[in-house]
């Protein structure tokens, strides 16, 4: 190769290696390495966050996925088929707009949603029935809430969860979210 077409050959194979790539080779490296650093930090799309939720009555879900960002939450519990009883999802509202509202287009079961003020203390329950069609019901609180929890219907009832009662999220570790995804 010659000095005009850009690209220079190393004449001994010890040279070091920034003199025998061009300026465009060693951006793409340089792009492929930050991908997989962006891809590596980005644990969460791999191993969903979770964790388990107590009420101070002493009801408790014991498997709860986070609704982490925008592609989760919009997708909640859609396509589950069944779901148990200390099974669910939290949403954190706070990544969504202001609007908070919840609709059950293309979810297949039953589900129960318990709202959560930014004290951590529920302030609304509701039964949200499937929908496979538009119109779909909108859901929403009337009082304002930061969170959300999505679990099987009849779930609130059967704890005998109370409005006004304190919630705690224990977020799970990374080898038990992995223990998780493995079951």
């Known amino acids: 190769a010659s000095p005009e077409s850009g690209l220079i050959v190393a004449s001994h194979p010890i040279q070091p290696l920034r ?77 969504q707009s202001d609007k908070h509202i919840f609709w059950m287009k293309n979810t297949l079961i039953p589900l129960e949603i318990i709202y959560i003020d930014d004290q951590w203390r529920v302030v609304g329950i509701d039964t949200m029935m499937p929908c496979r069609a538009h119109p779909c019901r909108l859901y929403r609180s009337e009082s304002p809430y930061k969170y959300a929890i999505e679990t099987v219907s009849g779930w ?28």
């Open 19 to 95: 003199s025998r790539m061009t300026l465009p080779a060693m951006m793409g490296i340089a792009l492929t390495a930050s991908t997989f650093v962006v891809g590596a930090i980005c644990i969460d799309d791999i191993v969903p966050p979770a964790g388990e939720v107590n009420f101070a009555g002493g009801a408790s879900i014991s498997h709860v996925k986070v609704a982490a960002n925008t592609r989760t939450s919009t997708r909640g519990l859609m396509g589950i088929s069944a779901l148990s009883s200390d099974m669910g999802m939290l949403f954190d509202m706070s990544i």
């Open 156 to 183: 609130s009832h059967s704890k005998n969860l109370k409005i006004g009662e304190r919630m705690k999220f224990t977020p799970f570790t990374l080898m038990q979210r992995l223990q998780l995804q493995i079951m």
